[in-house]
């Protein structure tokens, strides 16, 4: 069982950064893919990015240079970096763990047994 736990949300202007964390507990993260997805009011859960077990990512085309995800096994857990931060991305994110069948797999919700509570990321304008 793993249990996972983001932080670093929060209120930025246009333009600007945030570091999001998933931290997990019960288990190491290195032996999952990591992903992160996020959900917009009155908008389907969307996949923003993903980090395989050799530290292969994938992004959606949206966040392609903005975004950048790594993994810290020492603290176990892994990070978003956000950067040129646009109103679009305003959304909860939420990180997630799992074993996708393969690479293909890794932009699917399906793929993930194991899911944080979430995190607000505001961008105003």
């Known amino acids: 069982q793993v249990q996972l736990e983001e932080s670093g949300g929060g209120l930025v202007q246009a333009g600007g950064s945030l570091r999001l964390s998933c931290a997990a507990s019960g288990r190491t993260l290195s032996t999952y893919y990591v992903a992160w997805f996020r959900q917009a009011p009155g908008k389907e859960r969307e996949f923003v990015g993903a980090i395989s077990w050799t530290d292969t990512t994938y992004y959606r085309d949206s966040v392609k240079g903005r975004f950048t995800i790594s993994r810290n096994n020492a603290e176990s857990s892994v990070d978003l970096q956000m950067n040129s931060l646009k109103p679009a991305d305003t959304a909860v994110y939420y990180c997630?763990?799992?074993?996708?069948?393969?690479?293909?797999?890794?932009?699917?919700?399906?793929?993930?047994?194991?899911w944080g509570q979430g995190t607000q990321v505001t961008v105003s304008s």
């Open positions: 997630a763990a799992g074993v996708p069948y393969n690479g293909a797999y890794a932009y699917t919700a399906g793929s993930y047994d194991y």
